[in-house]
């Protein structure tokens, strides 16, 4: 690890407490600037500071370094990289593009190319919240670590956790096990991998797949679609009745709760994988929870997100219910089928 990045990780680490954890696979996020900042001035009536002035220069300078690397934090194996969270829009104005000599209908055709990508990753947002709230993904996950942590801390995988491609026969029996049920849930829940222990990487749509039917690479999860190519989609709401049909179906079969199946509420479920990413990573500032942190924790995300601090909460008692498996009971939620 870059001993710059060790350094500021000792700055901040919780006293008597490895930074990563015992086991080493605790993962250390960065905060938003505005999230330090409001930590670093009076809070609540009695007016606390979660952060001093040393700590609030050493989180800046680590938020920072993180930017710079493209990546939301670091585990004990280096860096975690998850573009969800870390991908930029583009700007055309910047001297590299602007120095390059395109016309203004190709810089035009660019920034539309990545709206579309940007409108992408809102809904993988989306789906990482649903999936982080949903009682079935997150004792999968965890029975997924328990075989992780099986392993000699020497012969582990190293994050992001994907398809293991090693032939059978070198696997040991601890490795394999693991190995299995990693597959299974990456297939299950329709990911490529885990970028940490609370950080899914789901699979965005492939148009074309142009992955092999063989390969490894390939998706287990979702549905497959041919669609001629004379045929025109434009328009055609039959065929988008029936693959939200084969959506709900594979839901079904799966054994998964058919409000995933279109995700019809990923701009809520994307709000709520944000506030509940961002208290995660406050929390890991602090060894127990201390009295008055949640109320500075709404303010954080407040501010971070640029909402109200009554939408926070009624964000956070979301993820509550839904982590509860009260997620049918949610109005906002709800989709009909």
Not at 265 to 287: D, G, S
Request: net charge positive; charged share 25%.
């Amino acid at each position: 690890m870059n001993e710059s990045v060790a350094a500021l990780l000792e700055a901040i680490r919780l006293r008597g407490e490895d930074v990563f954890g015992p086991e080493g696979d605790e993962p250390f996020y960065a905060l938003p600037a505005e999230a330090i900042d409001t930590l670093s001035r009076p809070i609540g009536r009695k007016g606390r500071r979660w952060i001093d002035p040393p700590q609030c220069k050493a989180e800046h300078a680590f938020t920072l370094h993180c930017q710079l690397m493209n990546c939301v934090g670091y585990q004990s194996d280096g860096a975690i990289l998850y573009h969800p969270l870390t991908r930029k829009a583009i700007d055309t104005t910047e001297p590299v593009l602007a120095s390059m000599g395109w016309s203004a209908s190709q810089l035009r055709a660019l920034e539309e190319g990545d709206r579309k990508g940007s409108s992408a990753y809102h809904r993988l947002r989306g789906v990482a919240g649903w999936l982080l709230t949903e009682p079935d993904f997150l004792k999968e996950v965890k029975e997924v670590r328990t075989l992780y942590h099986a392993i000699p801390r020497s012969s582990r995988p190293r994050f992001p956790l994907g398809r293991i491609l090693a032939a059978p026969g070198r696997l040991t029996n601890a490795e394999a096990l693991f190995g299995t049920a990693l597959v299974s849930l990456l297939d299950r829940w329709g990911l490529m991998n885990l970028a940490s222990w609370g950080l899914p990487s789901p699979q965005g749509p492939l148009l074309p797949n142009e992955l092999p039917e063989t390969s490894l690479a390939r998706p287990a999860h979702g549905i497959h679609v041919y669609i001629p190519m004379h045929y025109p989609l434009k328009d055609d709401d039959e065929i988008q009745r029936k693959i939200e049909k084969y959506q709900q179906q594979a839901a079904r079969e799966l054994g998964i709760h058919p409000s995933l199946a279109g995700l019809a509420h990923f701009e809520t479920y994307e709000r709520m994988f944000q506030v509940l990413h961002l208290e995660r990573a406050i929390r890991r500032r602090f060894l127990k929870n201390p009295s008055g942190l949640v109320g500075a924790i709404e303010e954080a995300a407040s501010e971070a997100f640029h909402l109200s601090t009554d939408r926070i909460k009624r964000l956070r008692k979301y993820i509550a219910h839904c982590q509860a498996g009260m997620r049918s009971q949610i109005k906002e939620l709800r989709v009909s089928h």
